[in-house]
């Protein structure tokens, strides 16, 4: 949604300016139709709220007014810049979610084990994936591997938080703490904390569908006996060869072997994510430009 938000924008202010004129004018002759037909308890009740929704749009119209005036014209400037770095967040979120579906792809190929040991990919990746060969090959003139690989992480994490200051704090599908500016309740700043470092330790196994190789055994290569280089893998682990794992492949491996059924989980899921992820695309796609402001449900947030 967040590429797909840039990219999009936002209604411009005149095209909501003229949305709120509408319907003002739809609640007046509402109004007046319902007024000239006599008095009763139930159209009184109806004409005061129709003057609740009248009172909310004015209010509205004010916060747009004061939302696009002053310094705030400064982001119709910046306007071609979102759509560039949306460009190229959406092609990084593809190349990713590309990287997901080939590991996961390449795990149900080729991996000896499978479900027995979590689905842990204990050879090489026999399936071309594009993110993790381009770390492996940077990773000979470092640090601009360290630099693309924190690229990617603090991406995945400015998209993780921008989806939940977008949907709020929900349990089973219900808002409990709504995002605003200035006026979101601090339990759900501490929620939103705890769904963080719940993601980022998510983040952790997941860098492994990513990038299989390089985050595992980075560039190490192992030499037959013939002189020729093979990408290393657990199969030239001590003590049959001399390659070394990284700490984040040690970790995920143990879990894996020792509990393997939190890799079955993890690799499943993975797959729950991909199909989320298409649904989220098609969804943000599909639905109109956001607005300027932000509509709050509460009386409390509109005077």
């Known amino acids: 949604a967040l590429p797909v938000g840039l990219i999009k924008g936002k ?14 004018q ?25 003057k ?18 002053g310094w705030r014209k400064i982001f119709v400037v910046c306007r071609p810049f979102g759509i560039v770095f949306g460009i190229l967040f959406a092609i990084l979120s593809i190349v990713i979610m590309l990287s997901i579906v080939l590991n996961s792809i390449d795990k149900i190929m080729k991996d000896y084990c499978g479900s027995s040991c979590g689905f842990f990919l204990t050879t090489g990746s026999s399936i071309f994936n594009p993110l993790d060969e381009l770390l492996v090959f940077l990773a000979k003139f470092f640090p601009i ?7 990617v ?21 219900l808002k409990m703490f709504p995002f605003r ?9 501490l ?19 990513i990038a299989p190789q390089y985050t595992t055994f980075g560039s190490q290569i192992f030499y037959l006996k013939d002189n020729e280089t093979v990408p290393c893998s657990t199969e030239y682990l001590p003590p049959n060869g001399t390659c070394s794992m990284t700490i984040l ?22 797959w729950g994510f991909i199909g989320v992820f298409l649904i989220g695309i098609l969804f943000s796609i599909c639905r109109g430009k956001a607005s300027n402001i932000e509509e709050y449900s509460d009386d409390e947030y509109e005077e």
């Open 153 to 173: 992480i603090v991406y995945l994490i400015i998209a993780t938080l921008s989806g939940i200051s977008r949907i709020g704090i929900r349990i089973l599908m």
């Open 191 to 209: 929620c939103s904390a705890m769904v963080l470092m719940l993601c980022v330790l998510a983040l952790n196994s997941q860098m492994i569908s």
């Open 249 to 270: 492949g040690q970790m995920v491996g143990r879990i894996n072997f020792s509990m393997p059924f939190f890799g079955i989980v993890f690799y499943w899921m993975t």
């Open 26 to 50: 739809s609640i007046k002759s509402n109004m007046s139709a319902v007024l000239g037909m006599g008095k009763s308890q139930r159209k009184s009740d109806y004409v005061n709220l129709l």
């Open 11 to 24: 209604l411009s202010a005149s095209q909501e300016k003229v949305k709120y004129d509408a319907e003002k």
């Open 145 to 151: 591997d360290y630099i693309v690989a924190s690229v």
């Open 52 to 69: 609740d929704k009248e009172r909310i749009i004015n209010v509205r119209a004010k916060r747009l007014h004061r939302e696009t005036t």
């Open 181 to 189: 500016r200035g006026g979101t309740a601090p339990q759900g700043l």
